[in-house]
C-alpha cells in the first residue's frame, strides 16, 4: 500500500473540509440557538406583562364593583328622602345636588367595570382606512388648532382585515392622540397603510401594515422599551395615564397583530401596526 505524504495529504483534504463544514454548522446552529433565546426571553416578558394587564383589570373591576354597590344603596336612600314632603325646599335641594353627583359617581364606576371588562372580538371584515378616517375624523379640530398637517397614503388595493371595528378604532385613537401631544407647536402627520406579510412568525400570514408617523419630540432609546407598559408616561399630571398603548397593544395582540415603535430624538417617531386580512377562514 503506497503511504507517501502527498498521499496522505490527498487523504486529509477531505477530512479538513468535513470540520471547516461541521465548524460552519456548528455557528450557525449557535446562531440560531441564541435567537430562539432571544424569541424566548422577549415572549416572557411580554407574558409578564399581559399579566400585570390581566392583575390590573381584576383590580380595577374589583375596585369598582366595591365602590359600586354601597352607591348604588346610597343613591337609593337619597331618592326616599327627596320623596319626603316634610323637608325644607332647602335641604331637598341639598340632597337632589347629593343625588345627582352619586349617579355620576355611578356612572364613572360602570365605565370603569366596562374597561376592565376584556371585551371579546367580534371580528369582522373590516376597512383599515375607514377606520382610520373615522378615528382622524375626531381629531381635526385639535390637529387644525395645533398647527398639524394631516397626509393619508393607502394602497388601493389594500385587502380588508379581520378586525373589531370599535376596538382597533380606539388603538387608532390613542396613536393619533400620542402623536398630537409629541407635536405641540405643530408638524407632519402621517398616516399610511399598504398590504404586507406577517412579521417574524407569522411570515407566511397575509395582512396590513399600518404606519402612523409624526414628527414630533422622539423617544429616546432608554425610553422606549417601556412605553408599553402599563402607567408609563412622561406626562404631567392630570395629562398622561400611561394607558394609552398598554390598552392600543393588548387590542392589537388580541388580534393577533403586532404593534412596535422606532423612534429618534427630536425627528419624530413611527408606530407600526400589523394585522391579519379577512380570510373565509376568519
Ligand atoms: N408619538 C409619540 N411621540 C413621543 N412620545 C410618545 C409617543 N407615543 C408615546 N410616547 C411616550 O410614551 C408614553 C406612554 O404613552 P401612553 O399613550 O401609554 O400614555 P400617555 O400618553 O402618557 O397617557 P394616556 O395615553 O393614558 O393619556 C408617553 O407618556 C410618551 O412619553
Ligand atoms: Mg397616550
Known sequence: MKTSGGNNRVH???QEDTIRETTQDLKQ???ELSQVNERLVGDQRELLRQQRLAVLGKLVATMAHKIGTPLTAISGHLQLLLEDSQLSPEVQQRVRIIFQQTHR???VMQDLLNFARTPTLSLEPVSIPQCLDQAMQLFLPILEKQGIQLKTHYVSSLPLSSADFPQIQEAFNNLIDNAIDAMPDGGHL???AWPQHGPGTLDHEPGIC???RDTGTGIPPELLESIFQPFFTTKGLGEGT???LAIASEIVQQHNGK??????VG???????WLPSWTERT
Open 105 to 107: 359617581l355611578n356612572t
Open 190 to 192: 402621517t398616516v399610511s
Open 29 to 31: 446552529r449557535k446562531e
Open 210 to 212: 399600518i404606519e402612523i
Open 12 to 14: 486529509c483534504r477531505p
Open 242 to 244: 400611561g394607558l394609552g
Open 259 to 264: 404593534l412596535t415603535a422606532q423612534s429618534d
Open 267 to 273: 425627528n419624530g417617531t413611527n408606530f407600526l401596526m
